[in-house]
Nanobody, 121 residues
């Protein structure tokens, strides 16, 4: 079992920045890829970013490329999502996930409870 806890969400104005954190426990964190997904109101869950087990390879979705950056610190069992230049369309519940290196939600075995990010215009 793996437990994931996200934090760092909140209400911000357009153009602001936020950093989300996801702390993992229960299994060797450094052996697996990590991902961030989001689910806007009334829409399906969508891929945001993924990072390989070592942190050497990263992949960001087209809608966030150039604005969001995923990173991880294996010594702290934590993955981060730095979000800059936030837009109202970034409003969603953000989830971290633990599993395979993929943009497909089905490739992840464990999920956090989510953290709400709301961007006002």
């Amino acid at each position: 079992q793996v437990q994931l806890v996200e934090s760092g969400g909140g209400l911000v104005q357009a153009g602001a920045s936020l950093r989300l954190s996801c702390s993992a426990s229960g299994r060797t964190f450094s052996n697996y890829a990590m991902g961030w997904f989001r689910q806007p109101p009334g829409k399906e869950r969508e891929f945001v970013a993924a990072i390989s087990w070592s942190g050497s390879t990263k992949y960001h979705g087209d809608s966030v490329k150039g604005r969001f950056t995923i990173s991880r610190v294996n010594a702290k069992n934590t993955v981060y999502l730095q979000m800059n230049s936030l837009k109202p369309e970034d409003t969603a519940v953000y989830y971290c996930a633990y599993g395979t290196w993929t943009s497909d939600p089905g490739g992840y075995d464990y999920w956090g409870q989510g953290t709400q990010v709301t961007v006002s215009s």
